[in-house]
């Protein structure tokens, strides 16, 4: 039988991840986080459970999610997350375990990432036809427990116009640590006279996290009408973060904010900093 592939990558960095359901699998934690000594070992395990109407054999393989992100080849996660076994097979209905182990060497420093993939291969008759794999992805992240470093950073920020007339603030923010980061906050918009005109929440829920050293864009829907050009605004970014959750650091942002020629102009405050501080 020939198979074709089609993977189920589960970010879940994105949301808060307790299970995956693939097509007839449960895999469960959809997300785990293991903080260990360099050096040290730690086991953790996974729940699996057959929920389809056939036997079948379950592939277990880990890839390293950070170079993918970083746009390299997919290489295996060896050395440091070890299964005790990669492949075993479910009856109907059927659960089980499968153990892990991560060991970090004495020498490393801030995150490993793997995504975890959950292959159910049916067991009876394959000699005919075409069959379609679904793999199952849940992220496994290791942290090494000597100076980890938490931080984010808010870049550059934008007001861009798509094709459907919608408009948006886009505020750059990177991942400055050496671990992963969830984020939530909100940016406000100010008048002379200090009122709130408008407001866009970045819903932790909903808003993706940043691994180390990672840089992305994101994108609030901004009501253009709210402005007059003969107005001068001010534009405060305020952000929390953290591992795992976000919360626990918080840094900000102040930018004037002006519309000329209907277009949305920012300038960062001379002389205001950004601040960064413990919640």
């Known amino acids: 039988m020939k198979f074709k592939i089609l993977t189920i990558l589960i970010l879940s960095l994105l949301f808060p991840v307790s299970s995956v359901f693939a097509v007839g699998l449960r895999v469960s934690p959809g997300r785990a986080t293991v903080v260990l000594k360099p050096g040290e070992q730690k086991e953790g395990v996974y729940h699996i459970k057959n929920t389809s ?17 970083q746009g390299k080849p997919r290489v295996r996660a060896e050395g440091w997350l070890n299964f005790e076994k990669t492949e075993f097979v479910l009856d109907v209905g059927e659960e089980t375990e499968l153990k892990y182990k991560v060991l970090l060497d004495k020498d ?44 984010a950073e808010i870049g550059m920020v934008s007001w ?28 406000k918009v100010l008048n002379e006279k200090g009122d709130v005109i408008w407001k866009g929440v970045l819903d932790p ?8 050293g990672e840089e992305r864009p994101y994108s609030l829907p901004f009501n253009m009408k709210v402005l007059k050009e003969s107005e001068k605004y001010l534009c405060v970014i305020e952000l929390d973060y953290g591992v795992n959750d976000a919360k626990g650091l918080s840094v900000s942002k102040k930018l004037d904010l002006r519309l000329v020629a209907n277009e949305v102009v920012f300038a960062e405050r001379v002389g205001i900093p950004v601040v960064s501080r413990e919640s």
Do not use: C, Y
């Open 205 to 212: 829920a909903q808003t993706p996290g940043l691994f180390a």
């Open 160 to 187: 861009t116009q798509q094709k459907d007339g919608v408009s948006a603030l886009q505020i750059q923010i990177k991942d400055a640590g050496n671990v992963h980061i969830k984020l939530g906050g909100e940016v």
């Open 53 to 69: 109407n056939t036997t079948q054999k379950i592939l277990v393989q880990a890839e390293d999610w950070v170079q993918f992100r």
């Open 108 to 151: 490393f420093r801030g995150e490993k990432v793997a995504q975890v993939f959950f292959t159910p291969v049916p067991t009876g008759d394959s000699s005919q036809g075409v069959s379609i794999r679904v793999r199952s992805g849940v992220l496994l992240m290791a942290i090494a427990k000597e100076d980890i470093q938490v931080k």
